[in-house]
């Protein structure tokens, strides 16, 4: 599995001053998988996004893309290898409007090298060059379209509510058009429909683009639903692996999370 | 040499009560005061008026301005300013109290203008002092005094948020203000008291600064810039590496004059060499420097003192496109046609006053570029202009460059010192920005801006006007086309795609960085970007002025370039012309038409401007407009309640 997996970490270990918040936890991602990660509040999810996506540096362990050894790489560095993420706590470009976050996330590609950047500062400053491609637009209004943001593609992201700023946040991460998608909590904030509508959009994409997607929510039932994998964790540790079926019937995660969650 | 060392630690005292304070107040309410200084002048101010010009008894009214005055002061401003700031962006709270800085020095010279004209020196310490002679080192009564009062506050200060009750809720609203909140700990009333006790120690440095060594500005910029070093050196919070941080500041300042270190110095370099007559008033700018550097080398510890807050909108925008077209270009059209016909009612020197206006509002554009589309507090913008008037000077007198080619080589030689200055903004947070651009900003002005080369005895060196625009109104028409063009590439920017990377990291760097943006890249553009914009606009205005005088880029003149440019609206290019033309009218209206007692009135106003409008980075006029637009959209909606069922009611908007 590891071998053919898009995103890796093996072994990562984070302290935060004497908490261990990870401590030794693996997991790998294959195309076309989605791997759920769930567990009780304080587990170690979101620091194990942030170790993924470069945020954090691990004390020990490796992160590794496509084979690649990325665990001292910049977010910057992974995103060009195909990585996207989202919040849990909204990062929205208060002042842009939902269309423009989605332009920013597509435009990056294109950007990457200091050269490139370089060669088109003077287009910039001389106003040339700042229509968009037809590309551009087809892949923008597609994913607007996909995640039923169109009707506010023109609202600034400072106007929208909680649970459509969820939804902008995987239409920016999935607008930089990544191989490997995390997603941190995309269900809170949304009711049981938008919920549902999300969840078929991310098979679709595992299905039909053979996107990679980390999934960490509450929402267990989601997560069981829509996962290949699931990984649970408790108190920093990886207390059960395997095939949603398996997590579902595990005693140990019924102990730990499923007994006491009422979600 | 025992007499540099006890000097340096007296001077240390004063500034650790200076920093005690200022730390005091940053680690309850998440506030950095930058106006700690310019409040010991004012309350070290108060007290030489009630003393030297109301005849007051100084003990009296040093025990008054210190343990009345100070704390009501405090807490007033408390209630009208920092109580409001503790919810906002850390880069508005930053410019409100920067605003506050300006304003205060200001407001003294109008309230008690006899301040600068006099030399005498009271004193509530004793005069003439006692001598003693302790293990064979002079002291006087009152360095001991002094000592002893910065010893016992740190001490108190100590006890107070260790071992009482205020201290734990201290420590708990620090930690989580709401969560503190919510278990029944008055936050209010600890930061309230906390701005009490920090503006009381602000008075108490002041008045004892005063004493020591007189009541003139100068005192008092050196105490600021010494805490604020002091203050990076305890890294906000520490008391106490924020004493030994000031203790270490003032000795070395004191030590840098004994003949010791002259001794050592001329090793290097000749005794007039004004590079080491810039040491010594640079010391604060050098630790703070070396502090940040060793800091930001730390790899695993970021600062953590931005709460970071969710992207919250500014004041909901009314819809500006429901204007039509001819709506909407019309002020700028109204601008354009009003500076294109000034000229024509305009005598000779208020053709110049327009004039260096219009070449401070390009200067002021690179406001627009750095904070404004990219969101960083840059206090050296002035420096860039003044580096570059500088260069400009040399090039077009002592090498005969032609003038408009010498302002384009001097502003693209600052790109580079633009990018260096931008280096502090890629891992530390916009507070360490602002102090590290401040402390740039002084090392320059300490060292090159001091060279007989540049500063030419304090005259400055000659720049002529470009050839074919000798005359007064060609040369102002040129800067109305410069202002143009200028202003066209910042709007082009901002439209970019560059533009949108900048309003995206401005909102949240972590969000931008994980899309794959180069935020290093993007910081270097916007700081190079606004450096050559600011150099260009400090040619011009050099060239215009027929001289590259350094004083005229001061950098504590920088604060109020700042403030006024944050009255304006700091993210427009229309804030930025109005900017410029403001900071040179004004001044002149107020010469013309007031006494001299308020000549300081315009900085005050742009003091206070800058703190009522830090919220809003689109200016004065844009909130104006907004709240005109609200208050007919009430108006609208109410006539609509009452008339319901009447018929749609014709829109006004056109009307106005």
Redesign the interface.
């Known amino acids: 599995m590891s071998d053919l997996a898009l995103i890796e970490a093996r072994d990562v270990t984070v302290r935060f001053g004497g908490l261990v918040a990870l401590d030794h936890v693996s997991l790998a991602v294959a195309p076309a998988n989605i791997v759920g990660l769930i567990g009780p509040n304080g587990a170690g999810k979101s620091t194990c996004f942030g170790v993924l996506?470069?945020?954090i540096?691990p004390r020990e362990g490796t992160v590794r893309i496509d084979g690649v050894d990325v665990t001292r790489a910049?977010?910057?560095a992974?995103?060009?290898r195909g990585?996207?993420?989202t919040?849990q706590?909204?990062?929205?470009?208060?002042?842009?409007t939902v269309r423009?976050?989605l332009?920013?996330?597509y435009?990056?590609?294109q950007?990457?090298t200091?050269l490139e950047?370089a060669r088109?500062?003077p287009?910039?400053?001389?106003?040339l060059g700042?229509r968009p491609t037809p590309g551009e637009r087809d892949v923008v209004d597609r994913i607007l379209e996909q995640l039923g943001l169109t009707g506010v593609a023109a609202v600034?992201?400072?106007?929208i509510g909680l649970g459509t700023g969820r939804l902008v946040e995987v239409a920016?991460a999935l607008a930089?058009q990544p191989r490997v998608l995390l997603l941190d909590e995309p269900s809170s904030g949304l009711d049981a429909r938008e919920t549902d509508d999300l969840a078929t959009v991310l098979a679709r994409l595992r299905d039909e683009e053979g996107l990679a997607l980390v999934l960490v929510e509450h929402n267990v039932a989601m997560v069981l639903g829509l996962a290949d994998d699931v990984t649970v964790l408790d108190f920093g540790k990886e207390i059960a692996h395997g095939p949603a079926s398996a997590i579902r019937a595990d005693p140990a995660v019924q102990a730990a999370y499923l007994g006491t969650a009422t979600t | 040499m025992t007499t540099y060392i006890v000097a340096g630690i007296v001077v240390g005292s004063v500034y650790a009560i200076a920093t005690l304070g200022l730390v005091l107040t940053y680690t309850t309410s998440r506030i950095f005061n930058f106006a700690q200084g310019a409040l010991a002048f004012f309350i070290a101010v108060t007290f030489y008026q009630a003393t030297a010009v109301w005849g007051w008894n100084p003990h009296v009214a040093g025990v008054l301005t210190i343990f009345v005055f100070s704390p009501l002061l405090g807490l007033f401003l408390w209630a009208a300013l920092f109580r409001r700031l503790s919810e906002t962006p850390p880069s508005v709270r930053l410019v409100s109290t920067i605003g506050l800085s300006v304003a205060l020095p200001a407001l003294a010279a109008i309230l008690f203008p006899d301040t600068a004209s006099t030399v005498l020196k009271p004193s509530m310490l004793w005069s003439p002092p006692h001598e003693y002679t302790i293990v064979g080192v002079h002291v006087d009564s009152n360095q001991v005094a002094v000592v002893i009062a910065a010893v016992l506050i740190a001490f108190v200060l100590l006890v107070l948020l260790r071992a009482t009750p205020y201290g734990l809720s201290v420590r708990a609203a620090v930690d989580s203000g709401t969560m503190a909140g919510a278990n029944g700990v008055n936050t209010g009333f600890v930061t309230a008291v906390s701005w009490m006790i920090g503006t009381m120690l602000a008075g108490t440095a002041g008045v004892l600064l005063g004493a020591l060594r007189g009541f003139t500005i100068i005192q008092f910029t050196l105490l600021l810039l010494g805490s604020f070093a002091a203050v990076v050196v305890a890294r906000m919070h520490s008391l106490a590496l924020a004493f030994a941080g000031s203790m270490g500041i003032g000795l070395l300042q004191e030590l840098s004059a004994s003949q010791q270190f002259q001794h050592f110095l001329q090793h290097f370099a000749s005794p007039t060499n004004p590079i080491l007559l810039g040491v010594r008033p640079s010391i604060p700018f050098i630790v703070m420097l070396v502090f940040l550097l060793v800091y930001n080398g730390l790899q695993e510890e970021r600062f953590a003192i931005d709460t970071r807050m969710l992207a919250r909108p500014m004041r909901e925008v009314v819809a500006r496109t429901d204007l039509p077209w001819w709506r909407r270009l019309l002020p700028i059209a109204v601008c354009l046609v009003g500076v294109l016909v000034a000229p024509e009612f305009l005598n000779g020197l208020w053709l110049a006053i327009f004039a260096s206006g219009l070449a401070l509002a390009i200067a002021f554009l690179s406001y627009v570029v750095v904070t404004g589309d990219g969101g960083m507090i840059s206090l050296c913008q002035i420096t860039f202009a003044g580096i570059a008037a500088a260069l400009t000077a040399q090039f077009a007198t002592h090498h005969n460059v032609p003038v408009l080619l010498a302002i384009l080589i001097g502003a693209v030689v600052v790109v580079p010192i633009g990018m260096i200055a931008a280096l502090p903004s890629l891992r530390l947070g916009s507070l360490y920005l602002a102090l590290a651009t401040l402390a740039f900003s002084q090392l320059v002005q300490n060292t090159y801006f001091q060279t007989p080369r540049i500063s030419n005895f304090g005259q400055g060196v000659v720049v002529p006007r470009p050839g074919g625009f000798v005359g007064d109104r060609a040369f102002y028409y040129l800067l109305v086309v410069l202002f143009v063009v200028v202003a066209l590439l910042v709007r082009n920017l901002e439209r970019s795609t560059t533009g949108l990377n900048l309003a995206a990291m401005r909102s949240s760097e972590t969000a931008t960085a994980t899309l794959g943006i180069n935020i290093v890249w993007s910081k270097f553009v916007a700081f190079g970007l606004s450096a050559f914009i600011a150099g260009i606009g400090g040619g011009l205005y050099a060239s215009y002025a027929g001289a590259a005088n350094m004083n005229q880029f001061d950098a504590l003149l920088g604060a109020v370039w700042l403030a006024v440019v944050v009255t304006w609206g700091v993210r427009s290019i229309m804030g930025a012309l109005l900017a410029g033309l403001s900071f040179t009218i004004i001044p002149q209206l107020v010469t013309d038409h007031l006494s001299g007692r308020w000549l300081n009135l315009p900085t005050l106003l742009f003091g206070l401007g800058a703190i009522a409008l830090a919220r809003e980075p689109r200016g004065i006029l844009f909130d104006s407009a907004n709240r005109r637009r609200e208050r007919r959209r009430r108006r609208d909606d109410r006539r609509s309640d009452a008339a319901t069922g009447a018929g749609p009611i014709a829109e006004p908007m056109a009307a106005t």
């Not at chain 1, 706590?89 to 842009?96: D, N, P, Q, S, Y």
């Not at chain 1, 600034?156 to 106007?159: H, L, M, N, R, V």
């Open positions: 996506s470069g945020l540096r910049s977010p910057q992974r995103a060009r990585l996207a993420r919040f706590r909204l990062e929205l470009f208060g002042e842009l423009e976050h332009v920013v996330a435009r990056a590609k950007r990457r200091v950047l088109a500062l287009r910039d400053l001389l106003g700042n600034s992201a400072g106007a920016r930089a």
